[in-house]
């Protein structure tokens, strides 16, 4: 089952790669990455030492996962997106600025939930946490945490609708429900919305 | 005449590229991209399956040509701009949120018409088409259509102004007419601006 | 001393790299371009001939520094941000819009000043400068000068405040003052804030 493929170009220097996770051409994953099973990592991608990848997760293009970033199980990430994990940097290197560098204070943590889909060019940054289904548009700069299912899109990013765990945006419904054109229903509620249970799970998997 | 130029650390794929087209370092083009003649792609680029591009087209570094994107002649394709050929993606490995991907409905499509610009990092959302002759400025996110000749700037994108076939800005004359720097005038419609013809070749070749 | 690290990946045209700079994977560095000492350009990299780096200058991976961009010491460039050098680009290849191509007067230069800091895919629209010790927020999109030490956010990017040296925001203070939590202390002006000088070095390089 440990299929993994590593195209001949990209550098690996983890051996925490899960089975049936594919790494393409010219990225580099460094010593201490974590990546889960079932991955996709795209072309000219960098995942730096103490990122956290879960399984069935799909990694676009010429993306960069910092340490400090986790993105767990089943999300997307757009080609290009952008984590940050610092919030005010400097260039360590240089001699009037960097004793920020000496301790590790300025390290802030990216949580990415299961199942969110992160758009082309979205900007995320440190600190942040984006809730499970959560989607992000292409381009939006995302500066406070996105509740589960959220849509949020612009610079700054603001909360625009729902989605449902396929993607696809909810229309509300009368009283506190809304519905997806798959037919998944959901509760609306002050804090966000939540997948009613008890739904046949061939709308779910299938 | 059929002198393509391919950088020794590019892979390149297909077989489908005109003569006089260069590939740059680290580029990858895949099998079934569509490549014309005379046209320039930049380091770190990805060129899939799928994806169209005319001829004299510049396609400037760490662009990512999606299937469903298509490229005419002569367009500029400014540094890491962003294409996306999916409104609300998911990662199509995980269980739950897959259902989308058995079949291709996902798939939308981007035609940037001839000559048109797309500046550095622009996100164009998929389903868009830009009009020939376009500008689009560096950092904008477009969400609607843009008219041929169009300046559109900022997140979304507005309108704010009209561009010669050479890409300066044209400026307003009495009546209905625009004039660039470089002397070619336009027909200014509630549709758009239109190059006036029979001027003089030597404005628009020369 | 001349201790300069170039991956094995990468490919260095250039000569002029200082000692105790390095360049890491599927970067490339082209012939003619400057880069100080001390430095480190990471992967995926694009420095083109005619780029004026200084000294201890950190860019992050995936950037493209232009001929026309100067980045002076002790520079921060984030992930992925975006250099422009053309304010009206096209395609120079293409035959109706090649006109401006034949002479260089479409190059407008960058140059980022010393200490500054440019967020994860900020795009700098070409012409700008941006002062010491400035900091330009993720995904900020600039379109004008940026004074020294000011904090620029959104798109377009305004001035949202003050930043330290150390890159850290600086309070206000009562009178025409305003203090880091590492205890500089500048002078407000109209013009911009300015470090007060005669503070303990111990501050400035501790």
Not at 123 to 142: C, K, P, Q
Request: hydrophobic residues 40%; contains cysteine; charged residues 15%.
């Amino acid at each position: 089952l440990k299929d993994i493929f590593i195209h001949p170009t990209a550098l690996v220097e983890t051996d925490q790669i899960g089975a049936g996770t594919s790494i393409w051409a010219y990225a580099h994953i460094m010593r201490g990455a974590a990546i889960g099973e079932n991955c996709n990592v795209g072309d000219h991608c960098f995942i730096e030492r103490g990122a956290v990848i879960g399984n069935n997760v799909t990694v676009k293009n010429g993306n960069m996962i910092w340490e400090g970033v986790t993105l767990e199980d089943g999300v997307f990430v757009g080609p290009h997106a952008f984590f940050t994990n610092d919030l005010y940097p400097r260039s360590a290197r240089h001699p009037t600025v960097n004793h920020r560098a000496a301790n590790h204070d300025w390290l802030v943590t990216t949580r990415v939930c299961e199942g969110a889909s992160l758009g082309a060019g979205a900007v995320i940054r440190g600190g942040i946490t984006i809730g499970a289904f959560a989607m992000v548009g292409a381009g939006a700069v995302v500066t406070r945490d996105v509740p589960s299912h959220g849509l949020v899109l612009g610079n700054p990013a603001r909360l625009r609708g729902w989605v449902c765990r396929c993607g696809l945006p909810l229309s509300l419904l009368p009283g506190d429900a809304a519905r997806c054109k798959c037919q998944l229903v959901y509760k609306v509620t002050d804090d966000g919305v939540w997948l009613i249970p008890d739904q046949a799970e061939s709308f779910i998997s299938g």
